[in-house]
């Protein structure tokens, strides 16, 4: 054997790297989403939970749970169809909820469009016969007993056991912004669309996982205009 041989292989014990593929987006169809949402109508706890509104709005936008609970009236301009998306709801260390005065990224602060049934949903839920400047600062989807902001772990947990139920055991808030990509990539809309219907700052994050900008006019609505009618 040469001197300068080694006397074993040095790779000998090292482990084989694995490289497991990505786990594909998981979205809904269009069926399962009427299917799921008739079922939460229908299902007297789901409806004291106050979970029917709020899932057919995550369907609606895409947003994050946060975002959405984090929604006060004053975001919403029902007359032009618009949402602004200013903060998320987070929990304190110390067990207080507060709405983060911006969402989870820069590219999260957005305006989006809504899809015209999502409109009729807000109108009716809209509170009535109370003071403007009042209602402004109320919360769009409160705590269903308490009022005030709705804690997002707790509200997942609800949806999570009413998905169940529902007979859609692992889905989460999450497989709504799936579909949402999922939705527009079908219907030819770009990546940067659905970036900006997310609150992506990169297309290529929506692309990979999912299927910003501040931007109403990503053509979501349209695509979603039909899936529910009121």
């Known amino acids: 054997m040469p001197c300068d041989a080694i006397a074993t292989n040095p790779c000998r014990d090292v482990g084989r790297i694995s490289v497991k593929p990505k786990r594909p987006p998981t979205a809904l169809t269009i069926d399962e989403l009427k299917r799921l949402h008739q079922w939460l ?3 007297e706890q789901s409806v004291e939970r106050d979970l029917p509104d709020l899932v057919l709005f995550l369907m609606a936008t895409g947003l994050r749970i946060g975002e959405a609970l984090a929604l006060q009236w004053r ?3 029902l007359e032009e169809c618009t949402v602004e998306v200013r903060g998320t709801v987070l929990r304190l260390r110390a067990g207080g909820l507060i709405i983060k005065s911006s969402p989870k990224s820069a590219a999260g602060r957005r305006i989006l469009e809504l899809p015209s049934w999502a409109v009729t949903m807000l109108q009716r839920r809209q509170p009535k016969d109370v003071d403007a400047d009042e209602v402004a600062t109320r919360q769009v989807f409160p705590a269903p007993i308490a009022g ?3 804690d997002p772990n707790n509200t997942l947990k609800m949806m999570r056991q009413a998905f169940r139920h529902a007979g859609f055991d692992g889905v989460t808030s999450h497989y709504f912004r799936k579909t949402m990509a999922t939705l527009m990539d079908e219907a030819g809309l770009s990546a940067r669309a659905a970036a900006d219907q997310l609150g992506h700052a990169k297309p290529s994050l ?3 996982i999912y299927m910003g900008r501040r931007k ?3 053509g979501a609505a349209e695509v979603l205009e039909d899936l529910f009618q009121f």
């Open 41 to 43: 109508s229908c299902d």
């Open 75 to 77: 975001d919403l301009d």
């Open 216 to 218: 109403r006019a990503t």
């Open 206 to 208: 929506t692309a990979d």
């Open 148 to 150: 005030g902001l709705r």
